[in-house]
Nanobody, 125 residues
Framework: QVQLVESGGESVQAGGSLTLSCGVS????????VAWFRQAAGREREGVAA???????NYADSVLGRFTISQDDPRRTVYLKMANLKPDDTAMYLC???????????????????WGQGTQVTVSS
């Protein structure tokens, strides 16, 4: 059973930076995708960044150039480095994983099987 635990969310000022971490355990697959999603009140869950086992990233247009996804070498932690944060980035950020071998890791929530509980990011103006 894959388990995902997010951490790092907090309240920051607009223009600030944060790095979120997603601890991944129980991963039985050699090929996989891990993604970060966010969900704000009244909005649909949005995929912001994803990475596959080859280290290929994929980003939503809304965060391109500001967010960076990466993973450590033992593939136990996936990071989301966020810079130049805006009030619109305020949301619950969730980590998700699935097995798969797409050349470009997907950003739609329907592709993902395992989910963490989330960590709250609040950006004030």
């Amino acid at each position: 059973q894959v388990q995902l635990v997010e951490s790092g969310g907090e309240s920051v000022q607009a223009g600030g930076s944060l790095t979120l971490s997603c601890g991944v355990s129980g991963q039985p697959y050699r090929t996989y995708h891990v993604a970060w999603f966010r969900q704000a009140a009244g909005r649909e869950r949005e995929g912001v960044a994803a990475i596959n086992w080859r280290d290929t990233p994929n980003y939503a247009d809304s965060v391109l150039g500001r967010f960076t996804i990466s993973q450590d070498d033992p593939r136990r932690t996936v990071y989301l480095k966020m810079a130049n944060l805006k009030p619109d980035d305020t949301a619950m950020y969730l980590c998700a994983a699935t097995n798969g071998d797409s050349s470009v890791p997907p950003l739609h929530f329907s592709f993902y099987t395992y989910w963490g509980q989330g960590t709250q990011v609040t950006v004030s103006s």
